[in-house]
């Protein structure tokens, strides 16, 4: 089946101005989640979703960060007056259910440099 | 601070060897951890899961947890060159936010052929 999506693969754009990242769960998950991965760390949980509702966005770095999920499914991650350290891989994940058993499902992430 | 640390590597192994990683966390309530193989400019893709003490084997990946020790490693036994890539230790948080996944730097294996 189809696994987690997300659009674009790759975003060059210039400081100060505005993105939007767009993830496409696995069909049938309620779950799903943003991290972001600097060059040679691991992912950092940024944000979480149980259904339509962000049930933890302890992870935003700040305000200039937000994310929506308005039908429960598709998830945009929006970033305002980007900034040359928001330059990441940001990946979404999803899974079944909200729980430690889950296993998260990652998509390809989209790779944003701020120039 | 929740941490999961690995040893970032590169560890290096001769093709059929037994390649271990290993990973220890500091979160004592941490229920579940997770493997999970990274290629260069890829996204993370599920290797084993393991929520009990002891060893859990799927094909020629073992994964062991010891909780009193904080502790995870991951066996990789006839490792191919297919095999070389990040891997990435990550365990749940405690608590009310278990959904949340705390991940090492990880550890860059090369298999040599």
């Known amino acids: 089946g189809a696994g987690v999506s997300q659009t674009p693969s790759n975003k060059v754009t210039e400081k100060g101005k505005y993105v939007e990242l767009r993830c496409d769960p696995i069909?049938?998950?309620?779950?799903l989640y943003w991290y972001r991965q600097s060059l040679g760390q691991g992912p950092e949980f940024l944000i979480y979703?149980?259904?339509?509702?962000?049930?933890?966005d302890s992870g935003l770095p700040n305000d200039r960060f937000f994310a929506v999920r308005p039908e429960g499914s598709v998830s945009t991650l929006k970033i305002q007056r980007t900034e040359r350290g928001d330059s990441a891989v940001y990946l979404c994940?999803?899974?079944?259910?909200?729980?430690?058993?889950?296993?998260?499902?990652f998509g390809p992430g989209t790779r944003l440099t701020v120039l | 601070q929740k941490e999961v640390e690995q040893n970032s590597g590169p560890l290096s192994v001769p093709e059929g060897a037994i390649a271990s990683l290993n990973c220890t966390y500091s979160?004592?309530?941490?229920?579940?951890f997770f493997w999970y193989r990274q290629y260069s400019g890829k996204s993370p893709e599920l290797i084993m899961s393991?929520?009990?003490?002891g060893d859990k084997e799927d094909g020629r990946f073992t994964a062991q947890l010891n909780k009193a020790s904080q502790y995870v490693s991951l066996l990789i036994r006839d490792s191919q060159p297919s095999d070389s890539a990040t891997y990435l230790c990550?365990?749940?948080?405690?608590?009310?936010?278990?959904?949340?996944?705390?991940f090492g730097k990880g550890t860059l294996l090369t298999v040599n052929p």
């Open positions: 994940a999803s899974s079944l259910m909200r729980g430690g058993l889950d296993t998260q499902y």
């Open positions: 069909s049938g998950h309620t779950a």
């Open positions: 979703f149980q259904g339509t509702g962000a049930a933890d």
């Open positions: 979160d004592r309530g941490s229920q579940s």
């Open positions: 393991i929520y009990s003490n």
């Open positions: 990550a365990g749940t948080n405690s608590g009310g936010s278990n959904y949340k996944l705390t």
